[in-house]
Each structure stands twice: as C-alpha cells, then as structure tokens.
C-alpha cells in the first residue's frame, strides 16, 4: 500500500503575500511584456506565483490575438451558451484565462477556449488573461483543468492530439511525457474515440490501464504503434458488439450489455501481479468474444453487472 504523503505545515510553502510584488524582473518576463504590447495589449501586472516564486504577467489582450491550443477538448455549444448568459447578466469577467506566447507574436490559451468564445459571442474587445512566459505550460493542460473535470473521451482525444503536436516539434520518446500525457491508456484510447467518435472507451478503461505502458520509442514511432493498439481495441470492440446482439436477440435489454461482456472475456478479472503483454490479453479476449454463449446468461447477471454504461 503506497504511503500516505505527509501534509504540510500550515503556511510553510512559497511566497509572502509582500514577496510575491517583489524582486527584479527577469530578462524573459520583459520580453514577453514587449509581446503583449506588440499584440495590441496592456501589461496590468506583474508578480511572482505565491506556490512556486515563478513570474507571471496579469495583461489585458485582443480577443483576436488569442486563439485555443490546437489538441484541447473540443468546444461544447452548450456550456458557451452559458457562460455567455452568465457574462452578460453580471456584466462582468472575473475569470482570467492562462495564455502562453505563441511563435507568431500571438497567443495561445490552453485554459480558457470556452470563456474565450463567450467573449466573443458577447463582442468583447479584450479579455484578461494570466500570462505564462513559458510555452511548455501549455502542454500541462490536464493538470491546468482544475475546476470543470474532463470526461474520458475529452482527456483522451486532448492527450492524442496534444502528442500529435508535440511530434511534429521534436523527436523525444513518449516516456518522456509521462506527466503531459497522465496514463498511457489515454493515448490508445485518443487514438480509438478519432476512428470512431461515439466509441465506449469507459468500458474498456479498466482493462487497458493494467496492461497499456509508455513507449522508449521516439514519440512519432510511437504514435504509430498507438494507431495499431486502437484498431485492435476496435476490432475487439467488434466481436463485443457481435455478442451484444446476441444478447439483444435474446431479449437483454440493458445499458450494461457491453461491460458485461467484457467482464464475461475478461482475462484479468482473478490474476494477480503483472499482467500480460497488451497483444495477448486482447488475443485471448477476442477469442472468448467469438466463443460467447448467450444461452448461459441469465438476468440477474446482467443486473448485478453495473460497471460503465454506454457514453
């Protein structure tokens, strides 16, 4: 059992409230001030984060100078639609977005796509922004999401695409961004829910969190090989499909056919230590999925089954 961390003492960690005003500016910092006002903004200030002393701007910026990380989760019309009735009845933005400096005198917000577009519906000119002069935050972007929590289909196609982008920057292996990416199931299923966006990824969760690993391949590599784990996680999500159906025609009905199936083929329900490699659980899954038998079901273990429903 992993030990339980120690909590810290009461108001030992980081900055003074006074500290956090204080200290010369660094050469980067008033760089990006000077980037902030070539984009047409306004430095509002400048100060040390209190937890860790790094520095940081507070600036107003162009709503037009700001645009979304290309590999966050996708924007929900919905959840725009209400911020922006919430803007506009309080008349107010108290919510500053995290932006990084883009290559191109712009700026990127890995944080904040959905305040950010309902400025915009509203028309508003500027948005208030917390300026972040280092670019590499913008791919701690699952850590960043504090507050509105990411469902698993949001986090995976946001680590797979942030992979995507990070390949095409530079050549590091996928280990490498073992904190960026959080789990390596992610990017299998990333890779699964681009095939086929209504996937049950929930379903097959469980299991590829036992068996999926980080590569030492460099990450383009290992992007292909994530491409290869999910057509075979599709192709397993076939047969399953198939011994669903058999179900159906049975006359099961229930939102919990798939988990069951899967803990029916399921290799790794009663093994303990290590489990196999990723290639033979799904092997021996697809092959008990072709041998299922849906006369040996009975109801009350499909209710008793629960688990993940459909997504």
Request: aromatic content about 6%.
């Amino acid at each position: 059992m992993p030990r339980r961390k120690k909590a810290a003492d009461p108001v030992s960690r980081g900055l003074t409230a006074p500290e956090t005003a204080g200290g010369e500016r660094p050469a980067d910092l008033r760089a990006v001030e000077g980037t902030v006002e070539a984009a047409g903004g306004a430095v509002l200030a400048a100060f040390r984060d209190p937890l860790g002393g790094r520095w940081q701007l507070l600036a107003a910026l162009p709503v037009d100078r700001v645009s979304p990380t290309s590999f966050q989760r996708d924007l929900s019309e919905p959840h725009v639609a209400r911020l922006a009735r919430a803007l506009d009845a309080l008349d107010r933005f108290l919510d500053p977005i995290i932006v990084v400096p883009a290559p191109d005198g712009s700026f990127w917000t890995p944080n904040g796509h959905h305040r950010l577009s309902a400025l915009r519906r509203l028309g508003a000119r500027s948005v208030v922004a917390l300026v972040i002069p280092e670019p590499e935050i913008a791919y701690k972007i699952l850590a960043l999401n504090t507050e509105k929590a990411h469902n698993l289909r949001e986090k995976a196609l946001e680590v797979v695409r942030m992979a995507r982008d990070l390949a095409a920057m530079e050549p590091r292996r996928e280990i490498d961004y073992a904190v960026e990416f959080e789990e390596p199931a992610l990017l299998t299923l990333g890779a699964c829910y681009e095939k086929n966006g209504r996937f049950a990824g929930g379903a097959y969760h469980p299991v590829l969190k036992r068996i999926d690993t980080f590569s030492a391949r460099p990450l383009p590599e290992a992007l292909v090989e994530r491409e290869r784990r999910a057509a075979r996680v599709l192709e397993l999500d076939e047969a399953v499909a198939a011994a669903m159906k058999a179900l159906f025609e049975k006359g099961f009905q229930s939102p919990y056919l798939r988990p069951f199936v899967l803990a029916r083929i399921n290799p790794l329900r009663f093994q303990k230590g290590p489990p196999p490699e990723f290639d033979a659980v799904l092997d021996r899954m697809a092959a008990s999925a072709a041998k299922f038998r849906p006369d040996s079901v009975k109801p009350e273990q499909i209710a008793r089954a629960g688990g993940a429903a459909e997504e």
